[in-house]
């Protein structure tokens, strides 16, 4: 919802409520309970402008990079870089990514990036970057082999995890669950430098690292300090459960050598029907999505793993559209509860400014 229509829906409520058309406590849960907006909160939904600012901000650091590149400027710096020793290279790469973080999560204050957070962002991006330079460093000067890399990345992430909690940093707490998956998988499926493999151990790894991450960011609701986190660490969650488990439904284990697929099909159909379900009941939209998706992702895929060359053709598409009509008298009554809200909005009218 935009602001100007957020305003209006809570003058409406408070008219309402003064004329005797709404009780105190009927307010009181329209207030609390938040269940006008699709995401339960009256949180201003962002602008046109303010969804296209973090786009715009990562494509402006790609084309930098880019430019960068073509200029040579990268090599210059990564030969001037090369000249010093691994500790003297390791010190100054964890100090630099000191700097940059406390300058871009603003915890030295500076008046320019206080005005312009994307400024902000990107110091703490290069911090990032000069942070995994500091740790291939120190894993230099350890001797470390490609096989332990691994366990370098989920130092990392255990890095970018704590300063991202300190820092109040969405973005660094993303990078921190992509880093600590890749390195999860690394450590389960490394068959040699530059070549993974999905086994047993790896598939049931990503489903218990989803499942594990789903619970952190139900527990995440209680602190005030992790609540920025929960959307990113169920997202990262679902999307490690239900890949594994999608992974697992096709060539299920190999190592065991039996045609178990159709065992991981249906507990992958459960669930991300159980997900739909729970994203319906309590109106949140990721476990909504991913459930749906997913679930739609397994029929079409058991299809044309079965029926593909045995049946028409036809049959699928009629089918994928009764699972849309499904879907679509499911959320039909969200869609009563909004129209209904804009009569009510259209019957009492828009309160006029007080303020003159």
């Known amino acids: 919802m935009k602001s100007n229509e957020i305003k209006i829906l809570r003058d409406a409520l408070q008219r309402w409520r003064d004329s005797g058309l709404l009780s105190e406590n009927l307010f009181q849960k329209l207030s609390e309970d938040q269940i006008l907006d699709e995401k339960k909160s009256f949180r201003e939904k962002k602008s046109f402008r303010e969804k296209l600012a973090p786009w715009s901000f990562f494509f402006a650091i790609g084309s930098f990079a880019v430019a960068f590149h073509e200029l040579g400027l990268f090599n210059r710096i990564i030969e001037y870089f090369a ?98 998956g890749v390195g999860f998988g690394m450590d389960g499926g490394y068959l040699g430098y530059g070549h993974y493999g999905f086994s047993m151990s790896v598939q049931e790894k990503f489903v218990f690292l989803g499942i594990m991450l789903i619970i952190l960011s139900i527990h995440f609701k209680s602190y005030k300090l992790s609540q920025p986190f929960v959307e990113s660490t169920l997202f990262i969650g679902l999307f490690y459960l239900f890949m594994a488990l999608w992974i697992l439904s096709i060539w299920g284990i190999p190592e065991h050598n039996t045609n178990d697929q159709f065992l991981f099909s249906f507990e992958f159909a459960i669930a991300a029907f159980l997900s739909l379900c729970i994203g319906l009941k309590y109106n949140v939209s990721l476990p909504k999505n991913f459930g749906g998706i997913f679930f739609s992702i397994n029929i079409i895929t058991k299809y044309f793993e079965h029926f593909w060359n045995s049946y028409y053709k036809s049959v699928c598409f009629i089918v994928l559209g009764f699972l849309l009509l499904i879907i679509i008298f499911i959320t039909d009554k969200q869609l009563k509860f909004l129209m209904k809200a804009k009569e009510y909005l259209k019957k009492f009218g828009k309160p006029t400014d007080t303020n003159g």
């Not at 989920?154 to 909690?165: F, K, N, T």
């Open 83 to 180: 000249q010093f020793s691994l500790t003297v290279r390791c010190f100054l790469s964890g100090i630099s990514s000191l700097i940059l973080y406390c300058v871009g999560l603003n915890v030295v204050h500076i008046k320019c990036i206080a005005k312009y957070p994307f400024l902000g962002k990107l110091l703490t991006v290069l911090g990032a970057m000069f942070t995994a330079l500091c740790l291939y460093c120190l894993a230099k000067i350890l001797d470390w082999q490609h096989e332990q890399y691994s366990h370098l990345l989920l130092i990392a992430a255990i890095v970018y995890g704590i300063v991202a909690y300190i820092g109040q940093s969405k973005m660094l707490w993303l990078l921190a669950l992509i880093v600590l």
